[in-house]
Each structure stands twice: as structure tokens, then as C-alpha cells.
């Protein structure tokens, strides 16, 4: 879709044109404000730009981040040993990269940490070899993924092809009740709106429920865009997210700080903007959301029902040892995560305490907790959430991806049913015949206690 100058631009326009260089064959050259490549292509894509004879454009604007392949418990003792950790090294050295490390004070999932560290500032462009870049677009930023030679391609020109995509408007209305969050939200739009009306789409969030969240919140959100299928996803910044910005380790200072709010105070759709779609939700009367199936979309209210077999997919019903009509309230489960590029920010893990605090997990239960950054293991340990874990009996992570997809050193057996706070519940994704859940982190807190899944808001009222 094309601005409209007889209706204004929307967000997307603006920083699309901000950034575009030129155009050719329906596609605009982008340049790239932050380029991040993990631990999983780092020695690859840098080997193959040595081989073409290419060289790095911007070191200064990329950054080597060490979380896919991260460990989530020491080995005798040792943490942050591996062939891909051990590559990534190596290479970011040769190439005078910034690598975010295994045990260093910055190290964390990528989404997590360039938010954290103000690395991704509203208006700017994005770019990972990982299919939730959009992800900082809950803090203003245009975050895109891209492919391995896509990548050597930017790393070299600090520019990408993209072909300008559809743009849809999710508007999210009401108040979000206790025991909510915003994982729970865009669970329920996904059920809503299903997996192809946004494929390839950028979409913007907006509405009174997207302005009441904090940008810890909305960085979820558009977390889980990419599961519609959206090419990208974004939030307009505002006073909440300039307010968070303010503190980040990397941020602009002083009058440089005072320029940047004046470009990022007009970041925002013009009244008039057109998109072409327009979506409107109500989450007025929402409960806690969790999946039944093997899509992110076949997701239901925790009270509810699994559906028949008119409504619902037969291979996820059967791959989830469920039945039509079944409720999942009372199921047993075998394993609890709290961790990802989805849910494992600060307030993420304070809920789940929350739900926690002079509780135990129940017997036969594994629940294991991973912070996405070190920076938010520090504040969680300041703050005593750490020891709540531990006290209730969670294993506590080193900060990676960890069990997201099947990783982190954990290995779960084939039939067991897991209650978890990532993104995908495609079948394999945690492990082989893995029936994995996808709730919130309060929901994911009180099934551990539970030994069950269960409803977390008494929990969150002191039942």
C-alpha cells in the first residue's frame, strides 16, 4: 500500500519513507538502523562474506547476541561451551563485532536485549536472521527478519530489499482485567482473527488496551504478530514508551535525547491514514487464553471447551491426546517453561512470582524458569523474585532461548504435556510427540502449582 497524500501516512509510511533509499522492480531499498546476528548464523554467514570478499559496512551498527545456542544449566560446572558458541566467538572477534556473551553483563535473547538496552529506538529499522525481529515494534522500532545471504547482503551495504507490504490496523478496545496480560490478548487475536488474514502484512496495534500497557507488554504483542503470519507489527510510541526509553543503558543523552523525542513525538498514524484492512477487537470480558491444538490459533478461554471436530483440526486434537467437548481445566501436565522472546522480561517473571510467592510446585511437575537477559536476571534477583522461584521449586536458567524450540539442554519425552510461555506449539517444537500449551506466565505459574492446568486469577487474589 502507498501513502496517500490526500489521506494522510500511517506509521509504517513514515518510517518506510525515512528509510527508503531507492526502488526497483517493486521493491525499495531500506537502509538499516541495527543489524543483529545470533549465535546460530554468526560463523556461517560472517565465513561466506570472507569468501565473497565482502566486508562489514557498519561494525558500529551490528551486534553479535549469544542465545539460541546457550545452555540453560552449567555442565560440570562450566557454562557457554559449544561448537556454535565457540564459532560465534571466534568470529565476532575477526570481524570487531560487539558480542553480547555468555555470562556478560548484555548477553540475552535478542529481542529481549535491544530493547532492554535502548538498541532499538522508535522510528528505526531492524533486522535478524530470526523469524521475531517485529518483536520491537511493542517499543516503536520496525523490526523485519530476514534470510542468511539477505543477511550478508545488509552486514555489507547496511541497506535490504523489501517489497512493501499491505498494512492492516488491529484495534484492541476495553480494560484489561486482574490476572491478565498481554499474552493473553494476542492469544485471543489470533483466535479471532486466524493465520492468513494478516500473512505478510504489517500490522499497527492501537486502541485503549494497546495505550493501557506498558512497553514490556507491547513488545509481546508484537511478539506474537508474526504468528498471524504479519511481515511486521508496531505500536506507535508514546509517553509510556519514551518514559522506559529514558532509563536504557544506550539511549540518547542530554540534547541528543531531546532531538530524538522531537523526531519520535510525530511517529504516530495521521487521523485520515487509510490501511487496508481495518480490524476491531473487544476484549471486554477477556479470560486467560490458552491453546488446545497445534496452532497458535486454536486457542480458547481457560474455561472453555476443546471443540468439536466441525470446529477444530483433527490432527491437533488427536496429536494432543485430547477429545472434542474435553476441558482442559484438570488436564495433568508434566512440565512447566517460563521464558522466550515472549515472556521472559521482568514483568513476566513478577507475574508468575506473584502466582508463586508461599507456594509449591507439585510433585512430578518440572518447572523451570529462564530470564531473557542477564540484565533481567539481575533485577529479578534484587528484587527476590529469584528466590520465589526457587522456593516453590523452579530451576532457575542462565539466560538464552533455552526451551523455546526444544533447546537449552533440556530434553522432554515424547507424549508428555507442557504448559509454556513461547510462541509456537507446532507439533515437534519443544521435542518429539511434545504436547505443548501456550498460556500466559501467571497461567503457566499456576499450573506448576497445580500440577494441572488450571485458572490462575484466584491465585492472583490470594486463593
Known amino acids: 500500500m502507498k501513502a496517500d497524500p490526500n489521506h494522510g501516512a500511517t506509521l509504517f509510511d513514515k518510517i518506510w519513507a525515512r528509510h527508503a533509499v531507492t526502488q526497483e522492480d517493486g521493491k525499495t531499498l531500506l537502509y538499516i538502523d541495527r543489524v543483529v546476528v545470533d549465535d546460530v548464523r554468526a560463523s556461517q554467514v560472517l565465513k561466506n562474506m570472507e569468501r565473497r570478499g565482502l566486508a ?217 491514514a487509510r490501511f487496508d484492512a481495518d480490524i476491531a477487537i473487544d476484549c471486554r470480558g477477556l479470560e486467560p487464553q490458552i491453546t488446545w491444538g497445534t496452532t497458535p490459533a486454536q486457542v480458547m478461554p481457560i474455561t472453555g471447551r476443546v471443540p468439536d471436530m466441525a470446529d477444530a483440526s483433527r490432527a491437533g486434537v488427536t496429536y494432543m491426546g485430547l477429545d472434542p467437548g474435553e476441558r482442559l481445566i484438570g488436564r495433568k501436565i508434566d512440565r512447566v517453561f517460563i521464558g522466550s522472546c515472549t515472556n521472559a522480561r521482568l514483568s513476566d517473571l513478577e507475574s508468575a512470582a506473584q502466582v508463586l510467592a508461599g507456594r509449591k510446585v507439585a510433585a512430578g511437575v518440572k518447572a523451570v524458569v529462564v530470564p531473557g537477559s542477564r540484565g533481567v536476571a539481575r533485577e529479578a534477583e534484587a528484587r527476590g523474585l529469584r528466590d520465589i522461584f526457587l522456593a516453590a521449586g523452579f530451576l532457575w536458567g542462565e539466560p538464552g532461548c533455552s526451551m523455546c524450540a526444544g533447546g537449552g539442554g533440556e530434553t522432554v519425552a515424547a507424549g508428555e504435556r507442557i504448559v509454556s510461555t513461547t510462541n509456537r506449539n507446532f507439533e515437534g517444537r519443544q521435542g518429539t510427540g511434545v504436547r505443548t500449551h501456550l498460556a500466559s506466565p501467571a497461567t503457566a505459574a499456576a499450573a506448576a502449582v497445580r500440577g494441572e492446568i488450571c485458572d490462575p486469577r484466584p491465585f492472583m487474589q490470594g486463593g
Not at 70 to 93: K, Q
Not at 101 to 115: F, K, L, N, R, T
Not at 152 to 166: C, I, N
Open 56 to 272: 562489514i559496512r557498519r561494525p558500529d551498527l551490528a551486534v553479535v547476541v549469544q542465545d539460541h545456542s546457550v545452555p540453560s544449566f552449567a555442565t560440570n560446572g562450566v557454562l557457554g561451551g559449544s561448537a556454535f558458541l565457540d564459532a560465534t566467538r571466534v568470529a565476532a572477534r575477526r570481524h570487531g563485532l560487539r558480542l553480547f556473551d555468555v555470562g556478560e553483563a548484555e548477553q540475552g535473547i535478542s529481542h529481549v536485549v535491544m530493547p532492554e538496552l535502548g538498541l532499538a529506538l522508535p522510528g528505526s529499522t531492524y533486522v535478524c536472521v530470526d523469524s521475531h525481529s517485529p518483536t520491537v515494534g511493542g517499543a516503536g522500532a520496525l523490526g523485519l527478519a530476514c534470510g542468511s545471504t539477505e543477511l550478508e547482503h545488509v552486514l555489507a551495504t547496511q541497506t535490504m530489499w523489501v517489497r512493501k507490504p499491505r498494512q492492516i490496523r488491529i484495534r484492541l478496545d476495553g480494560e484489561l482485567a486482574a490476572g491478565l496480560s498481554a499474552k493473553d490478548v494476542i492469544l485471543h487475536v489470533l483466535g479471532e482473527v486466524g493465520l492468513e488474514t494478516a500473512r505478510g502484512a504489517a500490522i499497527e496495534f492501537a486502541g485503549t488496551m494497546i495505550d493501557s500497557l506498558s512497553v514490556e507488554e507491547r513488545l509481546t504483542i508484537c511478539n506474537m504478530a508474526v504468528e498471524l503470519g504479519a511481515r511486521t507489527a508496531l505500536v506507535a510510541p508514546d509517553e509510556v514508551t519514551f518514559a522506559w526509553l529514558a532509563s536504557r543503558r544506550f539511549a540518547p543523552q542530554a540534547d541528543v535525547w531531546r532531538q530524538a523525542l522531537g523526531a519520535w513525538e510525530v511517529l504516530r498514524s495521521d487521523d485520515e
